[in-house]
């Protein structure tokens, strides 16, 4: 398994879909960014703002973080985990 570090505080999490295909999501109140070690088998994506992750019960979570995209692109690169690093 491999891990990447970041600073992450909740953003929202999806529970599924309504009977019209709407997401059902949950907007979290978390107000600190705490340190995380985050499997990078469960990002999804990652965005300017954003991780979208895969959770239990076939959940989705958006975490904000704190590092900047530049940053969380540079780190992954590093480790071999980008095909296109540039």
């Not at 979290?28 to 340190?35: P, S, V």
């Not at 979570?61 to 540079?74: C, N, R, S």
Request: glycine share 6%; net charge negative.
């Amino acid at each position: 398994m491999t891990f990447i570090h970041l600073k992450v505080r909740a953003a929202m999490l999806v529970h599924g879909y309504d009977s019209q295909q709407q997401e059902i999501v949950e907007h979290a109140a978390a107000t600190e960014f705490a340190d995380k070690l985050i499997r990078i088998e469960r990002i999804q994506s990652i965005t300017e703002r954003y991780l979208l992750l895969t959770g239990a019960f076939g959940r989705m979570m958006y975490l904000e973080y704190a590092e900047d995209f530049a940053t969380v692109k540079q780190r992954l690169g590093a480790a071999g985990l980008l095909i296109d690093a540039d």
